[in-house]
């Protein structure tokens, strides 16, 4: 949702991080064994609820086929780059947090309204470091933190602009709040997507 309202473009494609170790025969192998996935989400014009179910649909198949040879990835990337002038890869996303159901952790009380907003304007954001060569366009990890969740963005300026990279973090908020006020909130029709803009508040995140 973030990602459709910053950039006014939809379906949001993303590509997230997959840990390729869960099939048989690869828990013993020594190397970097996790690859991007491909997930292309349209969320406009729908509730929270929908998007999230389709976000769900789509992570799953992307998790379960993820595997592929970086190489022919690459050799298939420039061929369609070559074709289609200022393609821009997409998103890449790497959820880092550990699931709480994995340890048989009980979900705690949800929050109420009230509780919801007054941790939303608790958050802080801040610009932490630069480089000279960035190594992707853009990527965002999210990460635990004593009581919350830290959202880090790594971006190539010539792609997204600091402004539209804060942005899109607020965003993530804005999206998070939405949903624990009310799951069945539209999105945003198409039009309202490409006008929307980042709101006032607090920010949770660290860039």
């Known amino acids: 949702m973030a990602l459709t309202r910053v950039t006014g473009q939809g379906p949001a494609v993303i590509r997230p991080m997959v ?18 996935g491909l997930c292309r989400l349209d969320v406009a014009g729908i509730t929270f609820v929908e998007a999230f179910d389709r976000a769900r649909r789509s992570a799953l198949g992307t998790y379960k086929h993820a595997y ?42 949800a929050p109420t309204a009230a509780e919801v907003r007054a ?13 000279d060569v960035p190594f992707e366009p853009l990527i965002v990890h999210l990460d635990e933190v004593p009581g919350g969740t830290q959202a880090t963005i790594f971006l190539d300026t010539h792609v997204l602009g600091p402004a539209d990279a804060e942005a899109l973090l607020r965003g993530l908020e804005a999206a ?18 490409n006008a929307w803009t980042a709101g006032e508040g607090g920010v949770t995140v660290c860039a």
């Open 119 to 131: 941790a939303a304007g608790a958050g802080e954001f801040r610009w932490t470091t630069r480089q």
């Open 68 to 109: 592929y040879d970086p190489a022919t990835m690459d050799a298939l990337l420039d061929r369609v780059a070559a074709d289609r002038p200022g393609l821009q890869l997409p998103c890449y996303f790497n959820d880092r947090r550990d699931d709480p159901t994995a340890a048989g952790a009980e979900p705690s009380q």
């Open 19 to 36: 840990n390729n170790r869960f099939r048989p025969g690869l828990d013993r192998v020594v190397c970097m064994l996790a690859q991007y």
């Open 176 to 193: 998070a709040v939405e949903a624990a006020l009310d799951p069945d909130a539209p999105t945003g029709s198409t039009d309202e997507v």
